[in-house]
Nanobody
């Protein structure tokens, strides 16, 4: 299991940008698939983006064209650049990792390791 720590959350105005980072432990980070999910109060955890170890990327429909997932294997980090933020983007954002996926990448139960989450609040 890899240990994950998110950072970079905060308060931002509508239309603004934030960059989230996920620091991972271990020497084999490059072999892990990485993802970001988010969870708003009273709602289920929602898929945001995934970046597979192959380089393939996937995005949730609500963030396509606004968010970009990336990784730096040399630094054991994954990032989520969020632009054109909307109030509905307000949530706790979680980083996830897994070497293999037990199910569809958009399902939270497919991912084996999780960070503690970082709050993103978009104010209007």
């Amino acid at each position: 299991q890899v240990q994950l720590v998110e950072s970079g959350g905060g308060l931002v105005q509508v239309g603004g940008s934030l960059r989230l980072s996920c620091a991972a432990s271990g020497r084999t980070f490059g072999t892990y698939n990485m993802a970001w999910f988010r969870q708003a109060p009273g709602k289920e955890r929602e898929f945001v983006a995934a970046l597979m170890w192959t380089g393939n990327t996937y995005y949730g429909d609500s963030v396509k064209g606004r968010f970009t997932i990336s990784r730096d294997n040399a630094k054991n980090t994954a990032s989520l650049q969020m632009n054109s933020l909307k109030p509905e983007d307000t949530a706790v954002y979680y980083c996830a990792a897994s070497r293999t996926l037990s199910s569809n990448y958009s399902q939270p139960n497919s991912w084996s390791s999780w960070g503690q989450g970082t709050q993103v609040t978009v104010s209007s």
